[in-house]
């Protein structure tokens, strides 16, 4: 690289070779998920072992060889990118995100502090103005992007755990039994003992049963300990369940406790009319868990934290530093940094905005109202197939579904039968005790024809397993 200048600064020339070799790699990518195998994973093992057996040269290789490394390296995955991808929770990745990123990083602005990049600082606290005005929450209101919903999750945790000062050690947290672990994990991360956590039972839609959790409090205040915090799924990872948010706020209002709402998975699907209807109540959440790399259909890198008082974020997080002293605080700008636990991170603002600016807000109420669509069509459809039991229409975009007559070991292999056809990629969980497959619609690449072949493929494979 660079013969002539600095041998770690590319001449434009080689710039532009470099953004076109990278480019080209990503247009053949996006062009070929229609007809990819929804998994290869033949010989990863091998490859793997190849590649990371492989250290860093010493002196240059050439740019083709390294994006080829790059792309055989890819290649052999689940391809979470493609329409047959129904596992886990899809997001598919958007390309104008990919090149909002590639600006981002190539700019390579400060946005952790706002007066050091205002303008770039200011975009992103503009998405987050937007989120805010999405959950119809108050003047005051604010939040952080985040890598994921995990972190978004302990972050909330914190702000939760912190109104109970220091002395938290009998602190309790409310969650159902569907809640994603990261509410566990977080919980943990944050200090409070293994017990602090408790489980609320759900009803037969698989949501949080507000009765349960008003007589949990009640047995816990009677022992002396100190409830602090509600969790609310707003759509769960398994089903798609989304808690009774309207009685989870009164309980918390009159208790006074913290809620938050987990919409990780289900919290853009508040841009459509439907879900507007289903998520009625996450209005009065404390704070909101939201994951643009899920619902917005981003590559995977976004989280994001929305808060009611975002002055209880700033509070929960912020220290200062001798050696930051000769950075000004904007009044009119949040710092991400006072606000969250990273001081340098990339800025996350492009990544979001610039889909927004070039597709429209419209776009993505159209594609999640698709979405919703065909969790229906798969959820009437499968259960015209008489082997399958279907057990829960659809809240949002997850269908959850098994053999009728079969055990953990036949729906195993109905799993892995299905995910052999190499068209599309399901996940399993347990539910009511009983193996369970999934589907999750979600991606922005996936539409009517893929789950139609989806419900082919499993009607086939269903009727071969009895
Ligand atoms: C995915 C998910 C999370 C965790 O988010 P990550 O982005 O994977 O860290 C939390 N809660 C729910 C409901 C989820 O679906």
Sequence with gaps: MSAGGHPLEPNPEEMRALGD?????????????????SADLDGALELGRELRATPPPEEPVPFERALATVERAAAKAIETAGPGYLAYIPGGGLFTSAIGEFLAQGLNRYTGISSVAPGLAAIEAGVI???CDLFDLPEGSGGILTTGGSLANFS????????????????????????????????????FPPDALRLIQCDDALRMDADALERAIAADRDEGRRPCLVVGSAGTTN???????????????????????????????????????????????????????????????????????AERLRRAHSLGATY?????????????????PELTRENRGLRIWLPLQLHGIGAFRRALDEKLDLAEIAYERLRDVPELEVPWRPQLSNVAF????????????LLERINASRRIFLSSTVLDGRYTLRISVLSHRTHGDRIEEAVEIIRTEARRAS
Aim: hydrophobic content about 40%.
């Design 402 to 413: 098994r053999l009728r007559d079969g055990g953990e070991e036949d729906n195993r292999r």
């Design 129 to 131: 103005d937007w989120l």
């Design 324 to 340: 930051l002293q000769d950075l000004e605080v904007d009044e009119d700008l949040p710092s991400f940094a006072d606000q969250s």
């Design 239 to 309: 089903t798609g369940a989304i808690d009774p948010l309207p009685r989870l706020a009164e309980i918390a209002e009159r208790e006074g406790l913290w809620l938050h709402a987990d919409a990780a998975y289900g919290g853009f699907f508040q841009l459509t009319e439907r879900g507007g209807e289903r998520l009625v109540g996450i209005e009065r959440a404390d704070s909101i868990t939201l994951d643009p790399h899920k619902s917005m259909f981003l590559p995977y890198g976004t989280g994001c934290l929305l808060v009611r008082d």
């Design 156 to 191: 909330a945790v914190v702000c939760a755990r912190s109104t109970l000062s220091e002395d938290f050690v009998n602190g309790n947290v409310y969650a159902s039994e569907q809640a994603h672990h990261s509410i566990a994990k977080a919980v943990r991360l944050a200090g």
């Design 21 to 37: 070799g990278a480019l080209d790699l990503l247009v053949r990518f996006v062009e070929g998920l229609p007809t990819a195998s």
